[in-house]
């Protein structure tokens, strides 16, 4: 896998994260040293993953991301 630095800042913004699994779980641990307002949709997760979205008081809407249309930044 090729990996691109990138240098953005978190502060202030609103992350979405989409599925959670164990590889998932440790870039999340990494965004949540620079941004608290971070909403997780997935199916349910393991225990352990459930348990650290309850810790870190993250949004967390257990079910199926839904693409809603085209959005452009």
């Known amino acids: 896998m090729d990996y691109l630095p990138i240098f953005?800042?978190?502060e202030n913004?609103?992350?979405?994260?989409v599925g959670v699994g164990k590889i998932a779980l440790k870039?999340?641990?990494m965004v949540l040293?620079?941004?608290?307002?971070?909403?997780?949709?997935s199916p349910p997760t393991d225990e352990k993953i459930d348990t650290f979205?309850?810790?870190n008081?993250?949004?967390y809407l257990k079910r199926e991301y839904?693409?809603?249309g085209h959005r452009r930044f």
């Open 66 to 68: 839904k693409k809603r």
């Open 33 to 41: 040293k620079f941004c608290k307002d971070v909403t997780i949709i």
């Open 57 to 59: 008081s993250l949004n």
């Open 27 to 29: 870039r999340l641990e």
């Open 8 to 10: 953005y800042s978190l």
């Open 13 to 17: 913004k609103k992350i979405l994260i």
């Open 53 to 55: 979205i309850v810790q």
